[in-house]
């Protein structure tokens, strides 16, 4: 299995500081790496699929870079409503396996 | 607009079964792979099942492969995840997802999600 690891864990920020969470494939996933948004109590949202592709009705300040083994998802001017905690997925192979997820917060 | 609607979660003993369901709407779901997604209490996403549009395609994450079966209806716009053998660690949320249709694999819509909860 592809094991995914993310870092930092957790982080703290200011309104409108740039956030940038890390995501590391065991193995090369190509562009098959996503991201979600998880707000506390609620279902996932996919932010960004395949790597660098802006979700619809996801706002620009996400974005999202990397091939191969090393991904980042980049938050510009962070904002109060993204509070979440944030997860990366590769669906290269069975089983998809999501990261331990990265918690956002001021 | 795409709405899925999870079903059948409770209570039970380890080692007895369950069968969840989703209803599907708001899309032409038989042209959709779908998944079952699990969350334990306090923590991180679990992919668990997936099955093709046509269900013949089907695989499951390693601790849950011959205790549960997923399966779907297309002529009932449904999806299911039947569970035998439970176990402790098989309580969680458990999410029924949608792919998305311009590029295969990835998630673009959940449900709520339904509460399994094993416990004697």
């Known amino acids: 299995d592809i094991q995914m690891t993310q870092f930092p864990s957790a982080l703290s920020a200011s309104v409108g500081d740039r956030v940038t969470i890390t995501c590391r494939a065991s193995?090369?996933?190509?562009?098959?790496l996503h991201w979600f948004q998880q707000k506390s109590g609620k279902a996932p949202r996919l932010v960004i699929y395949?790597?660098?592709s802006l979700e619809s009705g996801v706002p620009s300040r996400f974005s999202g870079s990397g091939y191969g083994t090393d991904f980042t998802l980049t938050i510009d001017s962070l904002q109060p409503e993204d509070v979440a905690t944030y997860y990366c997925?590769?669906?290269?192979?069975?089983?998809?396996?999501f990261g331990p997820g990265t918690s956002v917060d001021f | 607009q795409v709405q899925l609607v999870e079903s059948g979660g409770g209570v039970v003993q380890p080692g007895r079964s369950l069968t969840l369901s989703c209803a599907a709407s708001?899309?032409?779901?038989?042209?959709?792979?779908m998944q079952w997604v699990r969350q334990g209490p306090g923590k991180g996403l679990e992919w668990v099942a997936l099955?093709?549009?046509?269900?013949?395609?089907?695989n499951y994450e390693a601790s849950v492969k011959g205790r549960f079966t997923i399966s779907r209806d297309n002529s009932k716009n449904a999806i299911y995840l039947q569970m035998n053998g439970l176990r402790h660690e098989d309580t969680a949320i458990y999410y029924c997802?949608?792919?998305?249709?311009?590029?295969?694999?990835?998630?673009?819509?959940w449900g709520q999600g339904t509460l399994v909860t094993v416990s004697s």
């Open positions: 708001g899309f032409n779901f038989y042209n959709y792979d």
């Open positions: 997925q590769q669906t290269y192979t069975t089983p998809y396996t």
């Open positions: 193995q090369r996933v190509g562009s098959y």
């Open positions: 099955i093709s549009y046509d269900g013949n395609k089907k």
């Open positions: 997802a949608k792919e998305k249709n311009s590029y295969k694999t990835v998630i673009d819509h």
């Open positions: 395949a790597a660098s």
